[in-house]
């Protein structure tokens, strides 16, 4: 019985991990190449969330909706970096973190005033239900999430290493100016990384408005957050290491607030893990020092 | 009479000044980011609250009860800030603030979500303030952070700051320990936070967590922008304009947020030094209606003109005798490296190299890129540290010391990419390096740098560098030629006996090169040993006494400019082997 509650709590943390990581893999990449705090990752996060929604209730297609919502939210990313983040690369870098947080505040604001500040539902009857292996229960939508963000992850990985867009990426997260003078159409890469990150934070979100059955203007703030604090855990810029971190604060938080009673928050723990591992290790879990 | 209602908007502006010009000493004097000034600010309140309603410590007790752990909390979270920089540091500050508010929250001390509440109001002789006495105290708190504030920033102490915020590593080398000063700028800032937060507990008089969270600290840190980082006027203005605009825009309450983060938007894409900051557009505007006023006022000052630079110019000696050389290796080395290796991963950056430099001898180190030179010369100012070896200056073992104390025992250094304090005057720079002679503990760093003493020294500094004419010039305003100056006017501060010039010639025009050359003469006349790195081969033979090679991390040759030029294993390393070209 204890075990099965274990592996049920693992299956959760993996989850939860699976959310992280997507909104912490697109806040690598942008740092990878930008340099820069992309707190309003989490905007485009609440984006997915409602454009998805919106799709769903005019088509009533599940497919429709999602791909709907990655790409409009990739657009809505690129649009971003184009005209906010590009003028302000050349300034110190806390301007544009400070234009990025003006940003995730406009984008929890225009969804209130659009959609009102409740809670809406997500109703999804081909989602609900679920699976059981022996005593092991896994809802539809826990499964959803799983596949999905690993079909997500090797589909980013064969990008990133298969592809000529790829091979800019990379160049480009090296070294920005260099890749320009080799030839590399950089703006080009840059906003094609923003359309990514923010495709696969619209997936999340989608799929985090779905497993709550809950769509709120603010529903990104929290994991804005954390996604800082995992890209600093990980490694600034390393993607394997963000993955790492994603599931081992996933874990953590998991296990900490199951079987202790630690007097924190969930936040709590993920801040303190956080400012723990800066004391052990500054240059993160695959940073390089 | 103000009304009650404008008696509370002018006491909140006044609370949130303090706040922003504590957050304007970590942020806009010490360079640190911090998005987590609301923990400062909640310390003083949660101290201040607990005191006063648990312990039953009256205002005026409580007060300075509240300032000391919240100077206590700017100290300790300092701590794990000082292992990380910039975006990291922005990080970690978000991740305090998120622990302390969940702290605050969960632990059984601290009331809980719903906080603490019948805070007494603030007494004098006992009997409570009223509404126009309190806003007379927050005035008086405001007014004294304030002067507190300029003090510090003419003080050796916000020189430091300025230092370490235009550049860590210069700092360093020229004897600034970062992290104490950076310590200092923490408590410093969170004393002020505290002190608001003091009096915004005894003003609403009930607190909870979730009012020093995340998002005010995102408010206080717009408050700052918006003004103006860094200076006090920036934060003052951004204090009150943040405050009376939700009040003013309450007709659109329901867009406030939305307005809000457009104007932050649009001000870091048109305007982001701030509205009042240096260099703003308004600002610029205020300097030009006030300069026929000012004129008129410094043409009433007697003129104090830099005296004409004189010192170094023309005096070429540069006497490398046979008998000379002979008389400098008969007494005991300044500097000595034995075995020095520095391995970066498998590469050998720099391989067991030992040199010998002796006092007044102008050394040379050369070698093709890659070499190992910069290496060399940031294992003896301490920036890295050896990997096996000894390195000994004065007969001193030096190798395991830190860049500021190896600064302060006597070595100065510039850099091969001139890291001047871009935005400190050429004065300031050369204060500076004088800094680390003057101010060695807490006492002194509080002492005033523009005393007229040090005033004098830095001239003179400046003089023999050849730069007194340029003294109020904004540094990052000046050419190559003279920053590679400047660095070594800085240096000069410490008094130091030995100065590492690394390619301080490359990039100069001829006569800037030449100008240059004298300068580097007349310090050696001077009593100065100076050792060089020099891509430049003439430059290297006029001036050298002797030259050692480095190829490849090893030194391949050590000698007069004369022997080194014959050296087969010198143009072996410069032209490639044989066939090999």
Redesign the interface.
């Known amino acids: 019985m204890t075990l099965n509650l274990l592996l049920q709590q693992l299956v959760n943390a993996i989850e939860l991990g699976s959310i992280y990581a997507m909104i912490a893999v697109g806040l690598a990449l942008v740092?990878g190449v930008l340099?820069i705090?992309h707190v309003a990752q989490a905007g485009l996060y609440s984006a997915g969330a409602f454009i998805g929604l919106f799709f769903y209730q005019e088509t009533g297609s599940f497919p429709v909706s999602l791909i709907g919502a990655m790409a409009a939210a990739g657009i809505l990313g690129a649009l971003i970096e184009r005209f906010?983040y590009r003028?302000?690369l050349p300034?110190?870098?806390?301007?544009?973190?400070?234009?990025s947080?003006?940003?995730?505040?406009?984008?929890?604001?225009?969804f209130?005033?659009i959609a009102g500040p409740n809670q809406l539902p997500f109703e999804l009857a081909s989602l609900r239900g679920s699976y059981e292996f022996g005593s092991l229960v896994i809802s539809r939508v826990d499964a959803a999430i799983l596949v999905g963000t690993a079909g997500i992850f090797v589909l980013l990985w064969l990008l990133l290493q298969k592809t000529k867009l790829g091979f800019e990426i990379r160049a480009a997260a090296q070294d920005l100016e260099t890749a320009e003078v080799m030839g590399i159409d950089v703006a080009r890469s840059v906003g094609r990384i923003f359309f990514i990150s923010s495709a696969i934070a619209a997936f999340g979100g989608v799929m985090v408005g779905v497993l709550y059955n809950a769509v709120y203007p603010d529903m990104g703030d929290v994991i804005a957050?954390k996604g800082?604090?995992l890209?600093?855990i990980g490694g600034?810029g390393s993607l394997i290491g963000t993955v790492l971190a994603s599931f081992l604060l996933a874990i953590a938080e998991t296990i900490l607030t199951t079987y202790t009673t630690v007097?924190?928050?969930r936040?709590?723990v993920?801040?303190?893990f956080?400012?723990l591992l800066?004391?052990i290790r500054?240059q993160g879990l695959l940073g390089r020092a | 009479m103000l009304g009650a209602y404008a008696l509370t908007v002018l006491t909140l502006m006044g609370i949130w000044s303090i706040v922003a010009l504590g957050l304007n000493i970590i942020?806009g004097y010490a360079g640190q980011?911090n998005l987590g000034i609301g923990v400062y600010m909640g310390t003083g309140a949660y101290a201040t609250a607990m005191l006063t309603t648990g312990a039953g410590f009256d205002f005026w007790l409580a007060l300075p009860c509240a300032l000391a752990v919240s100077a206590t909390m700017g100290f300790l979270t300092g701590l794990?800030a000082l292992?990380?920089r910039?975006?990291?540091l922005?990080?970690?500050t978000?991740?305090?603030v998120?622990?302390f508010?969940?702290?605050l929250?969960?632990?059984?001390y601290f009331g809980g979500p719903v906080g603490i509440g019948r805070i007494p109001p603030a007494t004098i002789s006992g009997s409570p303030l009223g509404k126009e006495a309190y806003l007379a105290l927050v005035l008086v708190a405001l007014l004294l952070v304030i002067a507190v504030t300029l003090y510090l920033k003419r003080a050796w102490i916000g020189l430091a700051w300025a230092s370490i915020r235009e550049s860590e590593l210069a700092a360093n080398v020229i004897g600034i320990h970062p992290a104490r000063f950076k310590l200092y700028a923490f408590a410093v800032g969170a004393t002020f936070a505290g002190l608001g937060g003091v009096l915004y507990a005894h003003f609403i008089r009930y607190i909870t967590p979730y009012d020093f969270g995340?998002l005010t600290s995102?408010y206080v840190?717009?408050m700052i922008?918006f003004g103006g980082v860094g200076t006090i006027r920036g934060a003052v203005l951004g204090a009150c304009v943040l405050t009376l605009l939700p009040e003013l825009f309450r007709f659109v309450q329901?867009?406030r947020?939305?307005i809000?983060?457009?104007?932050?938007?649009a001000l870091?894409?048109y305007e982001?030094r701030g509205v009042l900051g240096d260099g703003s557009f308004v600002w610029r505007w205020v300097l030009a209606q006030w300069a026929p006023a000012r004129l008129a006022l410094a043409s009433r000052k007697p003129a104090t003109r830099a005296s004409p630079a004189i010192a170094g110019a023309g005096t070429g000696r540069c006497t490398k005798s046979g008998a000379e050389a002979s008389r400098m290796r008969s007494q005991a080395s300044l500097l000595q490296t034995r075995d020095l290796t520095r391995r970066f991963g498998g590469l050998v950056a720099v391989n067991g190299v030992s040199i010998e430099v002796f006092p007044r001898e102008i050394f040379g180190v050369i070698g093709p890129n890659g070499a190992g030179k910069t290496t060399f010369f940031n294992l003896l100012s301490g920036i890295i540290s050896c990997s096996s070896g000894e390195i000994r200056f004065k007969e001193g073992g030096i190798g395991d010391l830190a860049p500021h104390r190896i600064a302060r025992l006597g070595i100065g250094r510039t850099f091969q990419i001139v890291r001047p304090f871009g935005e400190l005057s050429v004065m300031d720079n050369v204060f500076a390096g004088l800094g680390s002679r003057y101010c060695t503990g807490f006492v002194d760093a509080l002492g005033l740098h523009s005393r007229k003493s040090f005033r004098e020294e830095a001239r003179a500094i400046l003089a023999q560098a050849n730069l007194g004419e340029y003294e109020n010039e904004t540094a990052c305003n000046l050419p190559l030629g003279l920053l590679r100056r400047l660095e070594i006017a800085r240096a000069l501060g410490l008094r130091p006996d030995l100065i590492l010039l690394d390619e301080s010639f490359s990039g100069l025009s001829h006569r800037e090169a030449q100008s240059l050359l004298d300068l580097v003469r007349s310090l050696r006349a001077g009593g100065m040993t100076i050792i060089l790195i020099e891509h430049n081969m003439q430059i290297t033979m006029q001036v050298c006494d002797r030259v050692a090679v480095l190829d490849r991390g090893v030194k391949i040759a050590e000698g007069t400019p004369r022997e080194i030029q014959n050296d087969a294993a010198v143009i072996a390393a410069y032209l490639g082997e044989e066939g090999d070209a």
């Open positions: 740092y340099r705090l906010i003028p302000l300034r110190p870098r806390i301007i544009a973190l400070i234009a947080v003006g940003l995730l505040i406009c984008f929890s604001d225009i209130r005033i957050y800082l604090a890209i600093v600034f007097p924190l928050s936040e709590g993920a801040m303190l956080l400012v800066i004391l500054p | 942020t980011f794990p292992r990380v910039e975006d990291a922005a990080v970690l978000i991740g305090l998120f622990v508010e969940s702290l929250v969960y632990l059984p995340f995102i840190l717009t922008v329901d867009y947020n939305l809000y983060g457009a104007t932050l938007i870091m894409l982001p």
